[in-house]
Nanobody, 122 residues
Framework: QVQLVESGGGLVQAGGSLRLSCAAS??????????MGWFRQAPGKEREFVAK????????YYADSVKGRFTISRDNARNTVSLQMNSLKPEDTAVYYC?????????????WGQGTQVTVSS
C-alpha cells in the first residue's frame, strides 16, 4: 500500500504563488518506482489532470492550462513530490490531489491523497 498526504494549500490572490507538497510512504511506493502526479477538482466539475513526473524525475508532463506557470518536482530520498504554482488565476481554484501509480500514463492512478484546497481570489 501507498499513503499520500498533501500539504501547502491555502488562500492566495490572483498572480500569487503557492507550493504544494505530497509525502509518500509505504513499501509499495519504494519497491515499484512509482510515477507521481497532481490532479484537481473544482466545484461542479470533474477531476482533471494537472501534472505528472516519472520516477527518475526526467520526464514531466503538464496540462495546457498550467504549462509555463506550474512546475512539478520530486525528491526520492525524502519520498516527496511538489507542485510550485506561480501566476495563479481564479480558475485554478480547486481541491488538489496527489496521486501515485506504477504507470507513467496515470490514466487511473492506484493511489490518492486526501486533497488540499487551493483558493485564488480575484
Amino acid at each position: 500500500q501507498v499513503q499520500l498526504v498533501e500539504s501547502g494549500g491555502g488562500l492566495v490572490q490572483a498572480g500569487g504563488s503557492l507550493r504544494l507538497s505530497c509525502a509518500a510512504s509505504g513499501r509499495t511506493f519504494s519497491n515499484y518506482a512509482m510515477a507521481m502526479g497532481w490532479f484537481r477538482q473544482a466545484p461542479g466539475k470533474e477531476r482533471e489532470f494537472v501534472a505528472k513526473i516519472n520516477w527518475g524525475g526526467d520526464s514531466r508532463y503538464y496540462a495546457d492550462s498550467v504549462k509555463g506557470r506550474f512546475t512539478i518536482s520530486r525528491d526520492n530520498a525524502r519520498n516527496t513530490v511538489s507542485l510550485q504554482m506561480n501566476s495563479l488565476k481564479p480558475e485554478d481554484t480547486a481541491v488538489y490531489y496527489c496521486a501515485a501509480d506504477s504507470s507513467m500514463g496515470m490514466t487511473t492512478p492506484n493511489y490518492w491523497g486526501q486533497g488540499t484546497q487551493v483558493t485564488v481570489s480575484s
